[in-house]
T-cell receptor
Framework: DTAVSQTPKYLVTQMGNDKSIKCEQN?????MYWYKQDSKKFLKIMFS???????INETVPNRFSPKSPDKAHLNLHINSLELGDSAVYFC????????????FGEGSRLTVL | QKEVEQNSGPLSVPEGAIASLNCTYS??????FFWYRQYSGKSPELIMF????GDKEDGRFTAQLNKASQYVSLLIRDSQPSDSATYLC?????????FGTGTSLTVIP
């Protein structure tokens, strides 16, 4: 069983389209995250949810909208995709927002043409 | 200002040598620190975590934390070609995890 799973693994789309990435964790963790990793390998926090409540919303364009229907799921919807959105998006979870390690999903590579 | 800074490298060491990776952080409120290894095209995986000043050893890996100087390091003894990867340092401020830019390590057979 995969601890943190995200789908799809690859997305290739045109500028201006809308896309979604889904994430699920079966670890019973309270906190889930979305990170963006650029070509230089820098992992930047985008959002964090603790028990379905948004606790971190970094400076991210409002074209990005996270949704957490329950504490085991955190989805990411992106509107009006731009070239600069091309990156690998990682979902992660941790026991709480201030304890434990981060467990990462396999990543979703988004390419915007 | 970046919360966690790392030398991006690349760092090259011969097989069997000690690889030393360093990280500094700016937030004195950071409570715990983590080293992740990331192979190309894969997700980060935890190598070690450290909360207290001093050294923590796990097999060939030793993490060192010096809160007064605000630095964290990772030593890899008897480096193997399979250790070739990007190593990411992360801190937790009590609210979220911040990552450094990563250090690329190549172990030369």
């Amino acid at each position: 069983d995969t601890a943190v799973s995200q789908t799809p693994k690859y997305l290739v789309t045109q500028m201006g389209n809308d896309k979604s990435i889904k994430c699920e964790q079966n670890l019973g963790h309270d906190t889930m995250y979305w990170y963006k990793q650029d070509s230089k390998k820098f992992l930047k926090i985008m959002f964090s949810y603790n028990n379905k409540e948004l606790i971190i919303n970094e400076t991210v364009p409002n074209r990005f909208s996270p949704k957490s229907p329950d504490k085991a799921h955190l989805n990411l919807h992106i509107n009006s995709l731009e070239l600069g959105d091309s990156a690998v998006y990682f979902c992660a979870s941790s026991q709480t927002h201030n304890t434990g390690e981060l467990f990462f999903g396999e990543g979703s590579r988004l390419t915007v043409l | 200002q970046k919360e966690v800074e790392q030398n991006s490298g690349p760092l090259s060491v011969p097989e069997g040598a000690i690889a030393s990776l360093n990280c500094t952080y700016s937030d004195r409120g950071s409570q715990s620190f983590f080293w992740y290894r990331q192979y190309s095209g894969k997700s980060p995986e935890l190598i070690m975590f450290i909360y207290s000043n001093g050294d923590k050893e796990d097999g060939r890996f030793t993490a060192q934390l010096n809160k007064a100087s605000q630095y964290v390091s990772l030593l890899i003894r008897d480096s193997q070609p399979s250790d070739s990867a990007t190593y990411l340092c992360a801190g937790n401020t009590g609210n979220q995890f911040y990552f450094g830019t990563g250090t690329s390590l190549t172990v030369i057979p």
